[in-house]
């Protein structure tokens, strides 16, 4: 039988090699030959691409039809994160195309990077750093806040809505949590209430999002919603970009109803990392306006950015290889896991 061939893109190279000393781990070595890729998959610049069984992709790849269409031996995607919005799901249903995720890998590590942009906000470091590239110091506009005793809201007490609720306590926080399926011995054991949405956005100092990206979250957070929040909170979002209504959010650091935004996602962000793509692609006038807004947010001195690195921990990195792998297995014993439906 002739060996599966696997694409895996957007691998450095101890990634590869990690997964080349998987694939004998899991004794299947000689059933697949992997090419590993460090850019986005591209089938326009890929010669072997026709000729693949299988692709792995992070979310730096955009699998749409055209690109699924270049693939004509495709049967399995595996994507390595837990998120699709970056794949036409359709569009592999109707080829027959298995796509398989990684539904849990970094709920720790997602939560830990969450308060990272909480404290860099709430300690104002991130303007310190500025003020320190203009040789000012001025401690009196540097001055922050405890968070001990603050409310923070959590919108989306999944698994990793979970772990921030869990590291919030530890700060002596109190928290509100919204959730289309409350837990409520979970709301006992670990010390936490469920509130409705315009509660939580009314009583809470810092607010952070842990939604998927569906068509009923988008623009959850909109001018409606930030209208009712509390002056001078902070708004955190280390879920996806499409959550959060980007000139609803500019507006509202304007106005000051937030004193602040932590952001690990953002409307556009693609475009923001590489600027090169500018010049190379016609931009939709909605793509030009989202990433003049991404610009005057990144300038703000209290908008905290990172591009899209939340889950970007070596010790999440290789669960996600290693959850790749399984689910690469368990295709070829004809036992498929972790499918997206």
């Not at 709430?122 to 968070?147: C, I, M, P, V």
């Not at 000051?256 to 556009?268: C, Q």
Request: hydrophobic share 45%.
């Amino acid at each position: 039988m002739n060996a599966m061939q696997v694409g895996f893109f957007e691998v450095d190279d101890w990634q590869a090699q990690y997964l080349k000393q998987g694939l004998h781990r899991l004794g299947i070595s000689k059933q697949v030959q992997i090419d590993c890729v460090p850019e986005p998959l591209n089938p326009a610049g890929c010669e072997r691409c026709r000729q693949y069984d299988a692709v792995a992709i992070f979310i730096g790849t955009k699998l749409s039809l055209a690109t699924i269409e270049a693939l004509p031996r495709l049967r399995l995607l595996l994507t390595m994160s837990t998120g699709y919005d970056h794949i036409d799901l359709n569009a592999c249903r109707e080829r027959g195309v298995t796509v398989c995720n990684v539904p849990h890998y970094g709920e720790n590590t997602v939560a830990e990077h969450t308060f990272a942009l909480i404290l860099s906000l709430s300690r104002k470091l991130h303007a310190a750093y500025f003020q320190s590239l203009r040789g000012e110091y001025n401690a009196r506009t540097l001055r922050g806040f405890d968070l001990y005793g603050k409310t923070l809201g959590v919108v989306g007490a999944g698994s990793i809505g979970l772990h921030v609720i869990r590291i919030a306590r530890g700060f002596g926080m109190r928290v509100l949590a919204y959730d289309a399926r409350p837990q409520r011995l979970l709301a006992d054991v670990l010390g936490f209430s469920y509130a409705d949405m315009d509660t939580l956005l009314r009583e809470s100092d810092i607010v952070t999002l842990h939604v998927p990206a569906t068509p009923a979250t988008h623009h959850l957070i909109n001018r409606e919603a930030l209208s009712k929040m509390k002056r001078g909170a902070l708004l955190v979002n280390t879920a996806r970009g499409s959550v959060v209504d980007t000139e609803a959010l500019l507006w509202a650091l304007e106005e000051g109803i937030l004193a602040g935004a932590g952001l690990d996602v953002i409307e556009g962000e693609e475009f923001i990392t590489e600027e090169s793509a500018l010049l190379r692609i016609p931009l939709a006038e909605q793509t030009l306006k989202q990433l003049v807004q991404a610009q005057a947010l990144l300038r703000r001195e209290n908008v905290v950015f990172t591009p899209h690195i939340a889950f970007n921990s070596q010790e999440a990195v290789q669960r996600i290889l290693d959850t790749t792998l399984e689910n690469l297995y368990a295709f070829l014993q004809g036992s498929p896991q972790n499918v997206v439906v």
